[in-house]
């Protein structure tokens, strides 16, 4: 793997540009640079732990294949995030094509967004299993177009131009499902937690991603 501290001052366009030059392994740096917020998309979409990383393993062999479409008027975060909602999309309407039930249907089984994560790497707080509970009734509760919007602004960190970017929306409609969210979560939780901290990616897990990826994209160009 590719951990050096040398590339850590490569800006996004130097890196996208040796990569289409071929310097595949510095792909792995998009990788670890935008898995948190891959994975706070898929999961503010409904999925499970495990579906989550099988879409953030097909999005990024998704964004490299069709790299060469990339201009960059927008941010590569903004384009990947963009490439993950429709992943997460066609995997819903596969699902419900099949009348399979995800995370985000009002059955009586709520799936655990949040599971239980032991910390040697000083990761901030255990989440009880009270307070995972609360967290993922409190989102399971709001209408996923303005769930999606509320994990781009808050937990994801975009601004509200590059979230109607990445929904296709426009930012009037951005600034009203984000404030409509965050009132509905209030109503659920009051202010008391943190939602930052619950929606972390852990390193292993990003470790694990990147491996997947890697592997995939070296097979790609054997």
């Known amino acids: 793997m590719l951990i050096a501290k040398e590339f850590d001052t490569l800006t996004e366009t130097e890196i996208i540009s040796r990569v289409k030059e071929g310097e595949i392994d510095l792909f792995e740096i998009l990788i670890r640079r935008n898995n948190p917020f891959l994975y706070k998309t898929g999961r ?48 819903k309407q596969r699902l419900s094509f099949k009348n399979e039930k995800t995370a985000d249907t009002n059955n009586e089984t709520i799936f655990s967004l949040f599971e239980k994560q032991q910390s040697s790497d000083g990761y901030k707080k255990i989440i009880d299993r009270e307070l995972s ?27 509200t131009a590059e979230t109607a970017q990445s929904l296709g929306i426009s930012e009037a409609n951005v ?48």
């Open 133 to 159: 509970h609360m967290i993922s009734d409190a989102i399971i509760h709001i209408p996923l177009e303005y769930r999606v919007v509320f994990s781009q602004r808050e937990l994801n960190g975009l601004s």
């Open 44 to 91: 503010a979409y409904g999925y499970i732990h495990e579906d989550v990383e099988d879409l953030m393993q097909e999005t990024f062999i998704a964004a490299y294949r069709n790299l060469e479409k990339f201009r960059q008027h927008s941010s590569f975060k903004t384009w990947v995030i963009k490439i993950m909602l429709h992943q997460c999309f066609h995997k």
């Open 175 to 222: 600034k009203i499902r984000f404030n409509r969210a965050r009132r509905m979560l209030r109503e659920e939780l009051g202010t008391r937690y943190s939602l930052q901290d619950i929606f972390e990616f852990n390193l292993v897990y990003c470790d694990n991603v990147v491996n997947k990826v890697m592997k995939e994209l070296n097979n790609l160009e054997n």
